[in-house]
Structures are given as structure tokens and as C-alpha cells.
């Protein structure tokens, strides 16, 4: 979509200007013209046709991509530059392509274009470089074309500011003409300044306009440079480390020439074969999921050739991937020597390593590429008679390429993995053996020591569950207390709302006892056992009595039932009571199951 709409910006102007060139190339200019019209037709569909994203969502949907477009400034601004104002030739003649002057009207489209180009592209800063270069073409083209238009209404070697007299034959050319005005206008939004004095006002205002172009062009130029430098720098100082602290930190703590050169060379051998030592910090803008599937890419070929970890999980190569840390040594550099304490392991991904002796001399073998070294070290197998410790020398020959993975790394890692852990083991116990270097007790120890880990992780198992049930009956005792509380509070309440009946019935029974009796009588007390009588009442206990009066006669004589409020038996209470009673009323008879039940 750029061609059509960069064609439009500088021919539209250059047509309209330069009225000989125009006219000799009349056909394809209009062949040009429409097949531009038809691509923007087309970009129309095309948008019409594209999806979006909805809360994430992409939407295919034709009716709602309709809707969408249609709705928005981008197809107003469409559909006006593809008005047919080409029927105003009619009017105003072929010879007049200023009519096509609202194909510009597409410029919106050419900055997405753009855009989009640039995040998609692998060298972002060469395309803005060229981006800003088509844009200063762009502005020279339209002061070249201005320029010979008001040298045309000027009179064409009126003075020496405007163009030449185009009657010499060494400015009548159509390229002599554009390349002059183009030289011209170059030197003056460059700043260059080396053009004739201006004579005229229109002369005047049109240097002054430029002037100030030119002082907006140049500063973008300048910025825009700035900003593609500094991303190189940054980009540099990313990729590889920064030489320059480097070189002030030696010469500083007045390091040996020698050591100086060596470091001098690891780095030039860094920036010239683009060795990236900052992996990790490259890809950590990224998510991590993004990140692993581009290290799984990149490295696990390399980490599946190591005999060790052959056979494994693929999950478990993918979290090692992530721990794998580039590293780039020198000729004649030693890796590790023999009985140093092993922390990490290597693969060999370029370069190649010789086995040496104590010596230095003498080679035992050449590792390559896709070899390894060091793996047992990492793994704590029991019983190894060398005890984590290196058995060889190893010293890279020339530039070597290497991964180190930790031990500690790997320790995390099998942490999550605790069946590849056991495999680990046994494949390390199994070299270990072919080389004679595994100890008979080792194993009986280490036997001895996974009975002793299975015991405690089914003690700390059966010590969760017993947690858990324990919790489990906490809360349901918790939950019958807070029962019985609100049990007993309903309780109070019922017994507070009895006893405020009863003291309302007694209040009524006096007065109406008084009334019959007379005054001056003795006003008969309820005792507190007619109190009691009047309670088992109202808790039906005396319905059970009179179902069976012989049975439970005893039953309420023997009753010991403690009152909440004086804490003393119900059943001598209530005997008592009755021959209280009785007393009053002259019967010293023996109480009864009847009068009982009465």
C-alpha cells in the first residue's frame, strides 16, 4: 500500500509544476493513476476483510468487520480519496493533474504501513534511517517543484535567484530543469546556504519559509541519527560487555601487559564472531513461557547429547535449559584441573578441549563439540571415591564455546523432579562403576539412607493426616460449644419468661382469695416447693405421673432434680410442700399417690 500513495505525493506535484514533463509521459501517468486508484480500492476491501481484537478476542465476524469500518474515520477518510475528481478534467483540461489532488488524503494509511514495517523487520534502526530519508526526499521533491513554479510565474532568468531562462538550450532539458531545482533546494533545507541573494518579496518569503523548514529538518535529522547511534550503543553494551569500563578498571589497578592482551583478545574475539554472552538478560523483557520455547529452541539439542539426562523428561530439560549459562574461553585456558572441587558441569557447543596431564603436556584425548565434561561432580552420589572432585585436567585449545550448568542450579531443579533425581543417580552410579571409582559401602549406604528418607516421609505423611483430623474435630467442638451456648441461653430465656407468669398468676390467686376471706384473714404463701409443682407443671412431668401414679409415685418423692436458681433437690421440696399445705388446712393424714398427683 505505500507504493500507490508515495507515487500520488510526488508525482501529483511534479505534474502540476513541470507542465513539459507532464505532457511528454501524458499515457503512463494516467496508466499510473488509475492502477493507483484500483490498489486503493482494493486496500479498502482488504481493510474491510481484516479482523480486530475484542477484549483479546480476534473478531472474523464479516457483519461486525462491516459495521466496524464503516463507522470509523478511517473509511471517511477512504472514501474521500478515492472521489472521482477526475471528471473535472472535463472542465478544466488533461493537462491539469491538481484535480487528483485528495489521493494525499491516504497519508494516514502510509504511517501504519510504516509502522508496521519496522516492528516487523530484523534491523529496525537501518529502516528508520531510510524512513526518514524517504521522508526528507519527499519535502526536497515538493521545494524543488514550488521553486520552479515561482521561477515560471517570476519570469524564468529574470534574476539570478530563479531559475535560468529555459530558452538556452543548456536549461531547456526536462532533467536539466528537475536536477537543478532539486540541487537548489537541497542546498537550502541542508542549511548550506550557497545560493543567490533573493531580489524580490516573493523571492524573500519563499527563503524565509524554507529557512525555517530547514531548521526543523535538520533538527529531526540530527535527532533521529542520535536515537539510531544510542540503540546500536545500547544494543552493543547488551550484547556484549563493556570494554571501555573494562580497559579503565586495568589500566587503573596497573594490570600486566600480558593479562591486558589476553583480555584485550577475548573480546575483540567476542565482537567480531557477535558472541552473546547475555543471554538471559536479552530475552527477560519477554514472558516467560516466550522465553522457554526460544531457549528450548536454541539449547536443547545441546543438552539431550549429555548421556546423563538422555531418556529424561522433557519438562525437566526445559527448566535445565533456562539454568545453562554461555561461556567463552581462551587458548591455552584451563576449565578445570584435577582434584579442584566441582561445582558445575560443561557442554562443549563450538571449540575444541584437550584431556591433558599433570604435565601440560602430554594429551589424553580431544573433546569436541557436542561433548561433555564434569557431570558427575554436580551429582552428590555417595560412595564416590574421588568426592566431587575433578579426575582430569581440561584446557581449551583455541576459542572454545562452552554452557556451564551449576550444581546448584541442578539441585533446584531435581527438587521438583524427584523420579528424575533417582534416575540421575543411578545413571551417575552406573558411570561410576565402569570407571571403578564407586565404593561397595557407598551403596549399602546409600541404600540405607533411602530407607531411612522413605520412613520419614511416610512419618511426616501419616503426621499430616493426624494434623488434619485434628483440626477437623477442633472445629466441630468449636461448633458444639457455640451450640450448647446459644441452647442454654434460650433456656434462661424461657425460664425468666415462666417464672414472670407465674409471679403474674399468684398476683391474681391473692386478690382472690383476699376477696373471699375477708380482711384481717391470713393472706396464704406460696412457698417456693408450690413454686416448683407449678414449674413440672408446665413441663409436662406431671402428665407422665398421671399416666402411671402407682409406677412413678416414688419417682417424685426420690426426684433430683437442681433448681437453676437455689441449687437444692426438687423432690423433698415438693413433699415438704404438700404437708405445709395440709397442715394449713387441718389434714395430718399420710400423703397419698392422689394427693400427690392433686
Not at 511528454?24 to 481484516?50: A, E, F, K, N, R
Not at 489532488?101 to 531510510?130: C, G, K, Q, V, W
Not at 536539466?176 to 533573493?198: E, H, K, M, N
Not at 546448584?408 to 543411578?426: G, I, N, Q, W, Y
Request: hydrophobic letters at 40%.
Amino acid at each position: 500500500m505505500t507504493l500507490p500513495i508515495v507515487y500520488n505525493w510526488v508525482i501529483i506535484i511534479l505534474r502540476t509544476c513541470f507542465t513539459m514533463i507532464a505532457l511528454s509521459y501524458l499515457p503512463v501517468w494516467l496508466t499510473l493513476d488509475y492502477v493507483s486508484d484500483l490498489m486503493y480500492m482494493i486496500d479498502m476491501i482488504i481493510t474491510l476483510h481484516t479482523g480486530y481484537l475484542d477484549q483479546g478476542i480476534l473478531v472474523k465476524d464479516l457483519i461486525q468487520l462491516r459495521k466496524r469500518y464503516l463507522r470509523s474515520k478511517h473509511f471517511l477518510w477512504d472514501l474521500a480519496s478515492i472521489l472521482p475528481f477526475d471528471f473535472l478534467y472535463f472542465a478544466f483540461g488533461i493537462q491539469t493533474p491538481l484535480v487528483r489532488i485528495n489521493r494525499l488524503l491516504r497519508i494516514p494509511r502510509l504511517n501504519e504501513a510504516l509502522d508496521r514495517m519496522e516492528t516487523r523487520t530484523s534491523y529496525p534502526n537501518t529502516f528508520r534511517i531510510a524512513k526518514l530519508m524517504i521522508y526528507i526526499f519527499v519535502l526536497i521533491h515538493w521545494n524543488t517543484c514550488l521553486y520552479f513554479a515561482l521561477s515560471s510565474s517570476l519570469g524564468f532568468g529574470s534574476d539570478p535567484w530563479v531559475y535560468p531562462n529555459i530558452t538556452n538550450t543548456e536549461f531547456g532539458s526536462m532533467r536539466r530543469q528537475y536536477f537543478y531545482c532539486f540541487w537548489f533546494s537541497a542546498q537550502i533545507l541542508t542549511t548550506v546556504g550557497d545560493v543567490p541573494q533573493p531580489e524580490r518579496e516573493e523571492e524573500f518569503l519563499f527563503m524565509i519559509a524554507d529557512l525555517l523548514i530547514a531548521v526543523l529538518v535538520f533538527a529531526s535529522i540530527v535527532g533521529n541519527i542520535g536515537n539510531v547511534i544510542t540503540s546500536l550503543r545500547d544494543r552493543d553494551n547488551v550484547f556484549f560487555p563493556n570494554h571501555e569500563l573494562v580497559k579503565a578498571y586495568l589500566r587503573s589497578h596497573h594490570i600486566s601487559k600480558e593479562l591486558r592482551e589476553r583480555i584485550n583478545n577475548w573480546y575483540q574475539h567476542l565482537y567480531i564472531n557477535k558472541k552473546i554472552m547475555r543471554e538471559n538478560e536479552i530475552l527477560q523483557q519477554l514472558p516467560l513461557h516466550m522465553r522457554t520455547e526460544i531457549t528450548v529452541s536454541v539449547h536443547l539439542r545441546t543438552l539431550s547429547k549429555v548421556t546423563i539426562f538422555q531418556n529424561c523428561d522433557r519438562s525437566l530439560l526445559e527448566e535445565l535449559v533456562l539454568k545453562l549459562t554461555p561461556q567463552v574461553r581462551n587458548p591455552g585456558e584451563y576449565v578445570c584441573r584435577k582434584g579442584d572441587v566441582g561445582h558445575e558441569m560443561y557442554i562443549i557447543k563450538e571449540g575444541k578441549l584437550a584431556v591433558v596431564a599433570d604435565d601440560g603436556v602430554t594429551e589424553f584425548a580431544v573433546l569436541s563439540d557436542g561433548n561433555f565434561f564434569g557431570e558427575i561432580s554436580i551429582l552428590n552420589i555417595k560412595g564416590n571415591k574421588s568426592g566431587n572432585r575433578r579426575t582430569a585436567n581440561i584446557r581449551s585449545n583455541g576459542y572454545s564455546d562452552l554452557f556451564s550448568l551449576s550444581k546448584e542450579d541442578l539441585t533446584d531443579v531435581l527438587s521438583e523432579f524427584p523420579a528424575a533425581k533417582r534416575h540421575l543417580e543411578e545413571k551417575g552410579r552406573q558411570i561410576l562403576t565402569k570407571m571403578g571409582m564407586l565404593e561397595e559401602s557407598g551403596e549399602k549406604e546409600e541404600g540405607e539412607g533411602e530407607k531411612v528418607e522413605t520412613k520419614i516421609q511416610r512419618l511426616e505423611s501419616n503426621l499430616e493426616v493426624l494434623q488434619t483430623k485434628l483440626a477437623r474435630l477442633m472445629m466441630e467442638l468449636e461448633s458444639s460449644n457455640r451450640k450448647m451456648q446459644a441452647r442454654v441461653a434460650q433456656l434462661e430465656l424461657e425460664v425468666s419468661e415462666l417464672e414472670t407468669q407465674l409471679s403474674e398468676d399468684d398476683g391474681e390467686r391473692d386478690r382472690t382469695l383476699g376477696r373471699g376471706q375477708g380482711v384481717g384473714r391470713e393472706k396464704p404463701q406460696r412457698s417456693f416447693p408450690i413454686l416448683i409443682l407449678i414449674i413440672l407443671e408446665h413441663t409436662h412431668i406431671f402428665k407422665l405421673v398421671h399416666s402411671t401414679p402407682q409406677k412413678n409415685a416414688g419417682f417424685l418423692t426420690n426426684l433430683s432434680f437442681i433448681s437453676p436458681m437455689r441449687k437444692a433437690p426438687a423432690g423433698p421440696l415438693i413433699t415438704h410442700g404438700l404437708r405445709t399445705s395440709r397442715k394449713r388446712s387441718g389434714d395430718t393424714g399420710p400423703i397419698d399417690s392422689t394427693q400427690l398427683h392433686t
